[in-house]
């Protein structure tokens, strides 16, 4: 990918010089990045810093392997134009975010090489150990609402980490942005954000008062456990609760006196949410309706150290690191069924690192897949035991491919909209003729005609598939019609009328409309509810995702049934068990729905 990047060296480290120019090997943090990024196709950068660190950030980025043009920039309002200028002038991709992030060069080949992200950021959906992150809401794979010192999510699904990527089409969308921001910080902040921002800070505040409280009797209150520094983070978890439960009360916390090191704690932290333009260039995006989708770090590394000592400490954890060990773990879907999960990708992922050393493609190894797919369907039309034995190895055998394809274009970044084509084609392709296979060895070897129970089979999955995919063709178009929220608004979701002042911000939110009150609607939003905790825990998520007769455990269910018994049994359970996966579907779908 040939493409231009901006980073913001605007947050200083305790020392006084800007983060990213922090010594980090043999470079410095942000010249590490620099080279990074070159190496995936960056040809040029723009560094954005304050006038003061603008010697130390020449320094920092002389010895960087593509060309580095220096913006000084006083305040906010002068990094939107900067974003402004630059992305009005360039006709590439751009990256956008911060020059004192570490991490690896993968975890940026995942959000740049990707051709699947075509614009997104960079996120995880757990906090990131010793780091301040913002949070970010995702439907569908799609952003919906992104955090910063001025902008609240409700519940949050993950946690930006301070890149984002911008393909040329979204161009016009990011100068429209960073204008709206320019002009909404000329002046100074917004009453508003301001008040968002305090009530914000009292969190973090609140997050150290409870740490300090929790201090063990062997460690002195001036003492930090590792992984102290994030709890003023922690405390903002207090924030952006579901909306019934009851607000946090932070009248009182400002009046408690925190240990010296918690106060320096909480006054780094609120100079860099002020510094920090990413998180509110994000909102921007956002809220102008750019279709921004996540690139996931997984368990690779990254961190944001912001001062010496910890950029020593995110190295040590870094190359500790098994990096192919992590990428091939990544490279295994995390949304997999249970049967996959725990019977095939356990050693499938082997299978794709041995073809990537071999230079096998994703659709070659798709191609492989169907061939040993009609292999199995040709076994079972013998209708003989042997033969049905055969078979079920066979189709297992298909399906390892099916999965090692995946796997393969994850663990190498070869995607392709072709490739995805051929897997989506000749899953349902392999699985249909192994229908026809079973029929006709039903009439050759046991003499039962199943073909109405095979076509049955057959309806019933593709009823199913398209259920699947209306509902989320639908949600896709619901989301694209979503109302713009204005900039100027802290909270995630449309208002009424402006509250007086001294009002809570929630009784700020709209109200239900009357329709949405009824039984149904509350029976739905309980169900909904039921099923976002069923999840929360692996004891209830599994058999949410067994009974739903994923690919996986149909493959098994074929596989068994027709070594053990016979086609008829295999078509019968088929039936059965997909009619009560399609009610499930058609319930949860439902209750979605109405609680909307």
């Known amino acids: 990918m040939t493409a231009a990047a901006v980073l913001f060296a605007t947050v200083g480290s305790p020392d006084g010089p800007p983060a990213a120019a922090l010594k980090c090997g043999a470079s410095t943090l942000i010249g590490r990045l620099l080279d990074q990024l070159a190496s995936l196709g960056v040809e040029n950068a723009w560094v954005v810093t304050r006038p003061e660190w603008h010697g130390d950030i020449e320094a920092a980025t002389a010895q960087a392997g593509l060309s580095v043009e220096l913006r000084s920039s006083a305040s906010t309002a002068e990094d939107m134009r900067a974003v402004d200028e630059i992305a009005s002038a360039t006709r590439r991709p751009l990256v956008i975010g911060s020059g004192d992030i570490l991490t690896q060069r993968e975890v940026l080949a995942g959000l740049l090489a990707d051709p699947r992200v075509v614009s997104g950021i ?207 773990d990544s490279a295994v879907k995390g949304s997999d069924g249970f049967f996959t999960t725990f019977f095939v990708s356990p050693y499938s992922k082997y299978i794709a690192r041995w073809a990537a050393r071999r230079g096998w493609t994703p659709n070659g190894v798709t191609v492989l897949s ?80 199943v073909w109405p129970l095979a076509a049955a089979a057959f309806a019933l999955q593709t009823v199913r598939h398209a259920v699947d995919f209306s509902f989320a063709s639908a949600r896709h178009h619901v989301l694209s019609t979503l109302p713009a929220l204005p900039l100027d608004q802290p909270e995630d979701r449309l208002l009424t009328e402006r509250q007086p002042e001294g009002a809570s911000p929630q009784a700020e939110e709209t109200a239900l409309p009357a329709a949405r009150a009824t039984l149904l609607n509350r029976l739905g939003r309980g169900g909904a509810a039921l099923s976002r905790a069923l999840e929360r825990r692996s004891v209830t998520r599994w058999p949410k995702k067994i009974i739903v007769l994923p690919i996986g455990e149909r493959m098994a269910l074929i596989s068994v049934t027709a070594a053990v018994w016979n086609p008829q049994v295999t078509f019968i359970a088929l039936l059965v068990w997909g009619s009560l996966a399609l009610l499930y579907q058609l319930t949860g779908r439902t209750m979605r729905t109405v609680a909307a």
Request: hydrophobic share 40%.
């Open 122 to 328: 960079l996120t995880r959906n757990k906090r990131v150990r010793d780091s301040w992150t913002s949070r970010t809401r995702a439907e569908r794979g799609r952003l919906v609402s992104a955090g910063s010192p001025y902008h609240r999510v409700r519940k949050p699904t993950g946690y930006f980490l301070g890149l984002i990527k911008i393909d040329q089409r979204d161009r016009a969308s990011l100068v429209s942005a960073s204008r709206k921001l320019a002009e909404l910080t000329e002046a100074g902040l917004p009453p508003r954000w301001e008040e968002e921002f305090e009530h914000l800070r009292q969190t973090w505040r609140l997050g150290l008062v409870r740490s300090a409280a929790g201090t063990g009797a062997d460690q002195q209150p001036g003492e930090r456990s590792e992984g102290h520094e994030q709890d003023a983070q922690q405390g903002a978890a207090l924030l952006n609760e579901d909306e019934d439960e009851d607000p946090v009360d932070l009248d009182s916390v400002e009046d408690v006196v925190l240990d010296p090191e918690s106060e320096r704690l909480l006054a780094r932290r609120t100079d860099m949410a002020r510094r920090d333009p990413v998180p509110l260039l994000l909102v921007g995006l956002v809220r102008s309706q750019v279709h921004l989708t996540n690139s996931y770090l997984r368990e690779l590394y990254w961190s944001r150290p912001l001062s010496a000592e910890g950029v020593e400490r995110s190295m040590e954890r870094m190359e500790g690191y098994d990096e192919d060990r992590v990428l091939l």
């Open 370 to 449: 169907l061939a040993l797919g009609i292999v199995a369907a040709a076994l079972f039309a013998t209708g003989t035991r042997e033969g049905l034995i055969a078979g079920a190895v066979m189709l297992q055998a298909s399906f390892t491919f099916d999965c090692v394809d995946g796997q393969l274009a994850r663990y190498t970044r070869t995607f392709s909209k072709l490739g995805s084509w051929l897997d989506s084609v000749f899953d349902r392709a392999k699985e249909y003729v192994a229908y026809a296979g079973l029929a006709i060895g039903a009439a050759i070897g046991f003499g039962i005609d």
